[in-house]
């Protein structure tokens, strides 16, 4: 298999001036009428035409209105080529496809006996025959004709320009888009939905209809989705000038879908997940993801819809800036220090292990074998952050110059993240040409701090010197990485009285592999704040005494920092409790840690939220980034030991704060509200980790009594982790209660695949043969595979049989959905980093695998690159 080469770019030969779609839905065989008008693109000579089609059964092709004859055109699998043609002309083509049969979920298919599709990023071939590229752009005028009982509503892109009813039983509806969009934003939907409807005024005084489309029995669970997006649509004006330009806005909700949402123009599909919620079904957490997607969705309509990739290579140029942006949404309606603290957890647990394995590649990769595996953290998150490191430097109003300069020079077109870095540059006079390196690299770099302390002079230098660790054979993003450039915000504390130093605060940019930045003027050595607000994407390598980062914990004035030397402090004290543990010695809590630990439970200065935070002990799966070898078992026995001595040392504490949380009587949905179930349910996990009659019975108690989803689930979940009766009867009662209701159903498997207890995989395995499980719903896939494989001690348990489970079940879903396949069987990437055992356990089971005849390219390029 071929890869594909950003190097290899080259413009279209003929262009798109604007295509009619009609469709005839049926569920095995729906009639595509095509008609595409095309002008020969003038700095081409070809009069030849590829267009992609994939999994489309051809019917005819005509030009200009003449049939062609196979002369005229050759098909293959991948498409079709049209040989000789005029300067401009019409290319009618008409074909079949098979929504009900596609459990790729990639193109036109069926979810809930409903019609919808899915097309970036690909998707749009297996359509109908066109040039399925982002970089042409052109209007559509769509035609639906579908029967009225099972198609009541038919929906695309745009406006609707018509209606009329057949005499077959039939009705047609026209949607008309005038804005020119590529094709992987095009959108068809048909079903039997209702509508919860709203509206939205813009600032220069337009209504925008809002509609959000569910099946029937959902139309109870969109308002917090129909107030997200209003909220959304006002904080883009606010922020960065950008008014929604349709007259109607539609979201619809499906039950089958890959990915968290899709930003079609003017018609965004939603995994209902994103939708739906009540507190009774879903929880904060939930809340405020669905918050986030629709402003994120929404986000596009300017930075992806307006303007788009040039190709495909560079989705980062919309996806890292729309993450960007809606970072910045959801940190303007809640918190921004939490946020930020929230973002770099996902950054750390997730981007920095992709970043270090086989699958590392730049934010802007320079070949693909199938797109879809580049919709990664990578491309995303870390992609934002290097959107966040211009706003840094920037300030707000110059990076909105930069914003506003980018919409002047390339609304309604195509372009490349060098297109944008040009904007941030061109509106501020400001040179960017190193950050560059930051799309064109792999990897996470690493910053080494040192410090150093003049007395007679009164100086304190730091000295920053940047470098990348290698990564895993053959990675072509590894080849002579360069020192990229790094903002790193700094502060320094008065090391008495703790107090900030003020002339001293701000950004210093290391440009260099090594720099030494001095500060004068002191009377005693400060105690320096680095990479405050986690200012660039780095690892942080800082020599620092358990009593400076209890310091820092206590005094810093960047919240972020104060909450990550905790975590650095609690990740040293683990690493060291699992190295005694698997040299077989005893365990015991550091002094240092119990009383940092007292100091923030006591801290009435800091909201619930970040208290909950600075409380968490970082994660297992963060933590073995950090051991040479990663040793599950020793980890999982410390971080548990941790946990339950810190309860025992704090158990009167804690309990007195369960207590008065618990005492805020009914549900509300405020952000104090909010913040407040947070910590509450930090500390039921806490007091959970006590394992006494006691503990079980104020968190069965919990689950009883709770009257929203946040505070059932987290006790849900920590009942999942014991060996008592109350735990069946919690599952069995949560299962009984929510046995309609699929997203609440995926809760049910995810608390029972994350579960702590050793008989963990035949948990799981059993639960593979519940009549709920369905390998066709990828959000069901996900939360019981998926969530398994994110349970570092039980996947990884010593015998191999999560890494079986895992490879069988990637080996039954990969013929028929072949991206969902390959997000699973990504948890493999990380297996060299384990013990000899269970590398050639992971291995094994990567080869068998690989080996598997007709294997989908899509696990084949992730296979085929961890074993490289
Ligand atoms: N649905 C994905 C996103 O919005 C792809 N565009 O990020
Ligand atoms: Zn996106």
Same mark, same amino acid.
């Given at each position: 298999?071929?890869?594909?080469?950003?190097?290899?770019?080259?413009?279209?030969?003929?262009?798109?001036?604007?295509?009619?779609?009609?469709?005839?839905?049926?569920?095995?065989?729906?009639?595509?009428?095509?008609?595409?008008?095309?002008?020969?693109?003038?700095?081409?000579?070809?009069?030849?035409?590829?267009?992609?089609?994939?999994?489309?059964?051809?019917?005819?092709?005509?030009?200009?209105?003449?049939?062609?004859?196979?002369?005229?055109?050759?098909?293959?699998?991948?498409?079709?080529?049209?040989?000789?043609?005029?300067?401009?002309?019409?290319?009618?083509?008409?074909?079949?496809?098979?929504?009900?049969?596609?459990?790729?979920?990639?193109?036109?298919?069926?979810?809930?006996?409903?019609?919808?599709?899915?097309?970036?990023?690909?998707?749009?071939?297996?359509?109908?025959?066109?040039?399925?590229?982002?970089?042409?752009?052109?209007?559509?005028?769509?035609?639906?004709?579908?029967?009225?009982?099972?198609?009541?509503?038919?929906?695309?892109?745009?406006?609707?320009?018509?209606?009329?009813?057949?005499?077959?039983?039939?009705?047609?509806?026209?949607?008309?888009?005038?804005?020119?969009?590529?094709?992987?934003?095009?959108?068809?939907?048909?079903?039997?939905?209702?509508?919860?409807?709203?509206?939205?005024?813009?600032?220069?005084?337009?209504?925008?209809?809002?509609?959000?489309?569910?099946?029937?029995?959902?139309?109870?669970?969109?308002?917090?989705?129909?107030?997200?997006?209003?909220?959304?649509?006002?904080?883009?004006?606010?922020?960065?000038?950008?008014?929604?330009?349709?007259?109607?806005?539609?979201?619809?909700?499906?039950?089958?879908?890959?990915?968290?949402?899709?930003?079609?123009?003017?018609?965004?599909?939603?995994?209902?997940?994103?939708?739906?919620?009540?507190?009774?079904?879903?929880?904060?957490?939930?809340?405020?993801?669905?918050?986030?997607?629709?402003?994120?969705?929404?986000?596009?309509?300017?930075?992806?819809?307006?303007?788009?990739?040039?190709?495909?290579?560079?989705?980062?140029?919309?996806?890292?800036?729309?993450?960007?942006?809606?970072?910045?949404?959801?940190?303007?309606?809640?918190?921004?220090?939490?946020?930020?603290?929230?973002?770099?957890?996902?950054?750390?647990?997730?981007?920095?292990?992709?970043?270090?394995?086989?699958?590392?590649?730049?934010?802007?990769?320079?070949?693909?074998?199938?797109?879809?595996?580049?919709?990664?953290?990578?491309?995303?998150?870390?992609?934002?952050?290097?959107?966040?490191?211009?706003?840094?430097?920037?300030?707000?109003?110059?990076?909105?110059?930069?914003?506003?300069?980018?919409?002047?020079?390339?609304?309604?077109?195509?372009?490349?993240?060098?297109?944008?870095?040009?904007?941030?540059?061109?509106?501020?006079?400001?040179?960017?040409?190193?950050?560059?390196?930051?799309?064109?690299?792999?990897?996470?770099?690493?910053?080494?701090?040192?410090?150093?302390?003049?007395?007679?002079?009164?100086?304190?230098?730091?000295?920053?010197?940047?470098?990348?660790?290698?990564?895993?054979?053959?990675?072509?993003?590894?080849?002579?990485?360069?020192?990229?450039?790094?903002?790193?915000?700094?502060?320094?504390?008065?090391?008495?009285?703790?107090?900030?130093?003020?002339?001293?605060?701000?950004?210093?940019?290391?440009?260099?592999?090594?720099?030494?930045?001095?500060?004068?003027?002191?009377?005693?050595?400060?105690?320096?704040?680095?990479?405050?607000?986690?200012?660039?994407?780095?690892?942080?390598?800082?020599?620092?005494?358990?009593?400076? !980062? *209890?310091?820092?914990? #206590?005094? &810093? /004035?960047?919240?972020?920092?104060?909450?990550? +030397? $905790? =975590?650095?402090?609690?990740?040293?004290?683990?690493?060291?409790?699992?190295?005694?543990?698997?040299?077989?010695?005893?365990?015991?809590?550091?002094?240092?840690?119990?009383?940092?630990?007292?100091?923030?439970?006591?801290?009435?200065?800091?909201?619930?939220?970040?208290?909950?935070?600075?409380?968490?002990?970082?994660?297992?799966?963060?933590?073995?980034?950090?051991?040479?070898?990663?040793?599950?078992?020793?980890?999982?026995?410390?971080?548990?030991?941790?946990?339950?001595?810190?309860?025992?040392?704090?158990?009167?504490?804690?309990?007195?704060?369960?207590?008065?949380?618990?005492?805020?009587?009914?549900?509300?949905?405020?952000?104090?509200?909010?913040?407040?179930?947070?910590?509450?349910?930090?500390? !039921? *996990?806490?007091?959970? #980790?006590? &394992? /006494?009659?006691?503990?079980?019975?104020?968190? +069965? $108690? =919990?689950?009883?009594?709770?009257?929203?989803?946040?505070?059932?689930?987290?006790?849900?979940?920590?009942?999942?982790?014991?060996?008592?009766?109350?735990?069946?009867?919690?599952?069995?009662?949560?299962?009984?209660?929510?046995?309609?209701?699929?997203?609440?159903?995926?809760?049910?498997?995810?608390?029972?695949?994350?579960?702590?207890?050793?008989?963990?995989?035949?948990?799981?395995?059993?639960?593979?043969?519940?009549?709920?499980?369905?390998?066709?719903?990828?959000?069901?896939?996900?939360?019981?595979?998926?969530?398994?494989?994110?349970?570092?001690?039980?996947?990884?348990?010593?015998?191999?049989?999560?890494?079986?489970?895992?490879?069988?079940?990637?080996?039954?879903?990969?013929?028929?959905?072949?991206?969902?396949?390959?997000?699973?069987?990504?948890?493999?990437?990380?297996?060299?980093?384990?013990?000899?055992?269970?590398?050639?356990?992971?291995?094994?089971?990567?080869?068998?695998?690989?080996?598997?005849?007709?294997?989908?390219?899509?696990?084949?390029?992730?296979?085929?690159?961890?074993?490289?």
């Amino acid at each position: 298999i071929q890869p594909v080469l950003r190097s290899d770019y080259q413009p279209p030969t003929y262009w798109i001036e604007n295509v009619e779609l009609d469709f005839d839905l049926d569920p095995r065989e729906t009639l595509v009428t095509s008609r595409i008008s095309v002008r020969r693109n003038p700095e081409q000579s070809s009069s030849k035409l590829d267009l992609a089609g994939e999994n489309l059964k051809f019917q005819s092709v005509a030009v200009d209105g003449k049939r062609l004859d196979e002369t005229q055109y050759q098909l293959r699998d991948d498409g079709m080529t049209l040989l000789d043609l005029p300067e401009s002309c019409v290319i009618e083509t008409k074909v079949l496809v098979s929504p009900v049969t596609n459990k790729s979920l990639s193109g036109l298919y069926q979810t809930s006996g409903n019609y919808c599709t899915q097309c970036e990023a690909v998707g749009f071939r297996r359509i109908t025959y066109f040039l399925d590229r982002p970089d042409v752009m052109t209007t559509y005028r769509v035609t639906i004709r579908g029967d009225k009982q099972s198609c009541p509503v038919m929906l695309s892109n745009g406006n609707r320009v018509s209606q009329r009813s057949l005499d077959d039983g039939r009705h047609e509806v026209v949607w008309e888009d005038p804005f020119p969009k590529p094709s992987y934003l095009f959108a068809l939907v048909a079903g039997n939905l209702r509508c919860h409807r709203g509206t939205f005024t813009t600032r220069s005084g337009r209504d925008v209809a809002l509609e959000i489309w569910v099946e029937p029995q959902n139309i109870d669970k969109c308002e917090h989705a129909l107030v997200s997006l209003q909220k959304s649509m006002k904080w883009d004006e606010d922020v960065f000038g950008l008014e929604y330009d349709l007259d109607i806005y539609m979201i619809v909700a499906v039950n089958d879908f890959n990915m968290g949402a899709m930003e079609n123009k003017g018609l965004n599909v939603f995994n209902s997940k994103y939708v739906l919620a009540l507190p009774d079904t879903a929880t904060d957490e939930d809340y405020m993801l669905i918050e986030a997607v629709i402003a994120h969705e929404y986000f596009h309509n300017w930075t992806g819809n307006r303007v788009t990739c040039r190709d495909w290579f560079q989705l980062t140029l919309k996806e890292g800036l729309t993450v960007f942006r809606d970072q910045q949404f959801t940190a303007d309606q809640t918190s921004a220090a939490v946020k930020r603290i929230d973002d770099v957890s996902g950054l750390r647990a997730g981007q920095f292990v992709e970043d270090s394995g086989p699958m590392a590649h730049p934010i802007r990769p320079e070949s693909y074998i199938s797109m879809d595996n580049f919709y990664t953290a990578t491309v995303y998150r870390k992609g934002a952050e290097i959107i966040r490191m211009y706003h840094t430097i920037l300030g707000a109003e110059g990076f909105r110059r930069g914003m506003d300069l980018y919409f002047e020079r390339h609304d309604n077109s195509a372009v490349t993240c060098d297109d944008f870095r040009a904007a941030m540059a061109d509106a501020n006079d400001v040179n960017f040409d190193l950050f560059d390196r930051w799309y064109s690299q792999a990897g996470t770099p690493e910053l080494t701090v040192t410090e150093a302390w003049d007395a007679a002079k009164g100086e304190y230098t730091l000295t920053m010197t940047q470098s990348y660790p290698p990564l895993p054979g053959g990675n072509p993003g590894t080849v002579d990485r360069k020192p990229v450039p790094l903002p790193v915000r700094v502060g320094l504390l008065d090391a008495e009285s703790g107090e900030e130093i003020e002339q001293h605060g701000g950004v210093v940019m290391l440009q260099s592999e090594s720099e030494s930045f001095t500060f004068g003027g002191l009377t005693a050595k400060p105690i320096a704040s680095v990479l405050r607000g986690f200012s660039a994407p780095v690892r942080l390598r800082m020599q620092r005494s358990e009593a400076e !980062l *209890a310091f820092i914990m #206590a005094h &810093d /004035t960047d919240s972020f920092n104060r909450w990550d +030397a $905790g =975590q650095t402090l609690a990740t040293k004290l683990l690493i060291d409790a699992a190295n005694v543990i698997s040299e077989g010695g005893n365990l015991e809590l550091s002094g240092q840690f119990r009383d940092a630990f007292g100091r923030v439970l006591h801290d009435d200065s800091v909201d619930e939220a970040f208290k909950a935070l600075a409380l968490t002990l970082p994660r297992e799966s963060v933590l073995g980034q950090e051991m040479a070898v990663i040793d599950p078992d020793s980890l999982h026995t410390a971080r548990q030991f941790y946990r339950q001595q810190l309860a025992e040392s704090f158990q009167s504490e804690l309990t007195a704060l369960y207590n008065d949380q618990a005492a805020d009587g009914a549900y509300k949905n405020d952000q104090q509200s909010i913040n407040r179930r947070r910590l509450k349910n930090v500390v !039921l *996990a806490y007091l959970s #980790a006590l &394992d /006494t009659s006691e503990s079980v019975s104020l968190v +069965a $108690g =919990q689950f009883d009594q709770a009257d929203n989803m946040t505070n059932k689930q987290a006790a849900l979940s920590l009942l999942a982790n014991l060996d008592v009766p109350a735990r069946e009867e919690a599952l069995a009662a949560f299962y009984k209660k929510y046995q309609s209701d699929p997203l609440v159903i995926d809760k049910w498997f995810a608390v029972q695949a994350v579960s702590s207890r050793e008989d963990t995989i035949e948990q799981v395995k059993r639960l593979t043969t519940h009549p709920d499980f369905s390998v066709d719903n990828p959000n069901r896939v996900r939360s019981l595979i998926g969530a398994f494989t994110q349970n570092q001690v039980r996947f990884h348990q010593a015998d191999g049989a999560g890494y079986k489970l895992l490879a069988d079940y990637v080996l039954k879903i990969e013929s028929a959905n072949p991206q969902l396949a390959a997000r699973l069987v990504a948890a493999f990437n990380s297996y060299r980093r384990f013990d000899e055992s269970r590398q050639t356990q992971m291995q094994n089971e990567l080869k068998r695998i690989a080996e598997h005849p007709g294997l989908c390219k899509d696990v084949h390029e992730i296979v085929q690159r961890a074993l490289r």
